[in-house]
């Protein structure tokens, strides 16, 4: 297996990028490493980069695109998966561009790379891309061949290709976006084309694609699989087999725990009976866990509580105030997020039927 996709390094313990914004506050960008690239200049090198979308799979919104036909335009492609959160909350601003530039020549093409095994399924992606109201063309690279000709290593990650085919300029992570909308002004207007607005696009996120509150975010990435896991507090770890587990409560921040009778695969984690449980000490304003039923069509009721009690107004989109949810599709669910002051909690969620597969945590 490819360390590429079986290694990703949490984006609390992987690169970090400090800007200076506004009045000298400092954001944190995280990113999600895989092997060092072998091109790092702010200039690179097309040589194949457009010619491997040749190699899609599949496309959704539009008819196959090739190198020819993108010759001449100014082409941003973004390397995206539906579940990640770090691409989910670019998206207000790359829609945006997608948009306000289409009559002015630039292409947006989204690169689909998946991560998890259910996000090869075509039908989860193009149901991803109709509710994200996505209209721009997305190719399918389920073979990771457009990843690798790009050499690229993150999601999201972002190219600006100009007129000659060069790569002006690349975005790893979330942020930049001043920056990257000037460079898409300044190559349209290298192409010729007129009248190019100077304005920069105002994004108006909601859901998933707020910006995190990186002041208040002190919990990474998790993923539930042994093979990548931290901090799993319940004893007795059984690889790839039922196993009854208990949680020790309470637990350290940033440690998880399982009650119930529960399979721990590589990659997920399968509850078998009905009213298990996964326990989670966090510091962050949002908490996300992707998940999905592991049959197609069956839906799994929950209910989350914070601290023992139910969220009332810190409950995520996707559940009530009383904590309530369903989970019928293979994405991220958005479980918590807190309107007051943050501190340490305890996230429980506990799945009254079967069946559920879950595959990582975010926060934000």
């Known amino acids: 297996m490819i360390k590429r996709i079986t290694y990703r390094y949490h984006r609390f313990w992987g690169i970090m990028f400090i800007t200076i914004i506004g009045t000298g506050l400092l954001r944190c960008d995280f990113l999600q490493p895989y092997p060092q690239r072998s091109k790092s200049s702010t200039m690179l090198s097309i040589n194949d980069e457009l010619s491997s979308l040749k190699n899609a799979n599949a496309w959704i919104n539009s008819e196959p695109l090739t190198a020819a036909e993108l010759k001449g335009k100014v082409v941003l492609v973004q390397f995206c998966t539906y579940t990640c959160i770090n691409w989910l909350r ?23 790379t998946p991560e998890f095994s259910f996000e090869k399924k075509i039908d989860n ?9 996505i209209g721009y063309p997305i190719a399918i690279d389920n073979d990771y061949k457009i990843w690798e000709g790009f050499n690229n290593q993150y999601w999201p990650a972002l190219y600006l290709i100009d007129v000659k ?16 909308e000037k460079i898409i002004q300044q190559l349209l207007n290298e192409a010729g084309s007129r009248n190019i607005d100077s304005d920069l696009v105002t994004a108006t996120p909601s859901g998933f694609e707020v910006p995190a509150d990186w002041s208040n975010l002190k919990s990474s990435e998790n993923y539930l699989g042994y093979k990548r896991t931290e901090n799993f507090a319940s004893p007795n770890l059984t690889h790839d087999k039922q196993h009854a587990y208990t949680a020790p409560l309470p637990l350290n921040l940033n440690h ?5 009778d529960w399979t721990v695969k590589g990659q997920l984690i ?5 009213n298990g449980r996964i326990i989670y000490s966090f510091h962050a304003r949002d908490l996300h866990l992707v998940m999905g039923p592991s049959v197609a069509g069956n839906k799994i009721r929950f209910r989350v509580l914070i601290n023992g009690k139910i969220p009332g107004d ?7 105030e ?9 994405r991220l669910y958005q479980l918590v997020r807190q309107r007051k002051s943050i501190s340490d ?20």
């Open 125 to 133: 992606v193009g149901r991803a891309i109709k509710e994200m109201e």
């Open 90 to 112: 670019t998206l207000p601003y790359v829609r945006a561009w997608a948009e306000k530039y289409k009559d002015k020549g630039l292409v947006v093409i989204g690169v689909h």
């Open 345 to 364: 909690c305890e996230f429980q969620i506990e799945f009254f039927d079967p069946g559920v597969e879950g595959f990582s945590f975010t926060f934000g």
């Open 314 to 320: 810190a409950h995520g989109i996707d559940v009530d």
């Open 322 to 330: 009383q904590g309530n949810g369903t989970v019928i599709d293979q």
């Open 256 to 260: 998880w725990a399982l009650s119930g």
């Open 270 to 274: 399968t509850l078998n009976k009905a």
């Open 165 to 180: 085919g060069n790569i002006r300029h690349h975005q790893f992570g979330e942020g930049g976006y001043e920056q990257s």
